[in-house]
């Protein structure tokens, strides 16, 4: 009996899952005019009394209601939005740091650099230094001649 009820259970339970995705995409749809917001420029100013604006909401239920559904605060979103921008500008350009801090919406270097750190485990220097060794060797790597193999 069990032996059944684990095959019915492995049967359903992609059914279910759908329906949970589903009704997760539906939910988190409803913040596409907050996160086009954030997507639009992350270096822009940005306060928690917009966001929920967008949303028509309270700041407080928009909070509670955004962390549940995306598992992180609103804030900490745009966060990490700033330093995904931080990391293109560093890797695609030859901008000065502290003009990509800007750029990215942080007041100062030091903030830039401490918050870039903590998020991505790197400051912005061994970010761009680490980018820039890999796009080498993957540039040699291609250039340089296949090994036969026997």
């Known amino acids: 009996m069990l032996h059944r009820a684990n095959i019915l259970l492995r049967l359903v339970m992609p059914f279910l899952q759908a329906a949970d995705d589903s009704a997760l995409r539906e939910t988190r749809s409803r913040y596409l005019p907050v996160l086009r917001f954030i997507d639009e420029d992350p270096g822009r100013p ?3 009394e917009q966001l929920a604006g967008l ?9 509670r209601s955004f962390s549940r559904n995306f598992h992180l605060s609103p804030m900490r979103y745009v966060m990490r939005k700033r330093i995904q921008l931080a990391q293109h500008l560093l890797c695609q350009t030859d901008l000065k740091q ?4 800007g750029q990215c919406g942080f007041a100062d270097p030091y903030h830039f650099s401490k918050s870039f750190k903590r998020i991505s ?7 761009r230094k680490h980018f820039r060794q890999e ?16």
Do not use: D, N, Q, W
């Open 46 to 48: 940005v306060t928690l």
């Open 135 to 150: 796009a080498e060797t993957g540039a040699r790597r291609s250039k340089e001649p296949p090994t036969p193999t026997s």
């Open 55 to 63: 949303m028509e909401l309270s700041t407080e239920h928009f909070c």
């Open 98 to 101: 502290h003009r990509i801090g």
């Open 121 to 127: 485990g790197m400051t912005p220097s061994e970010y």
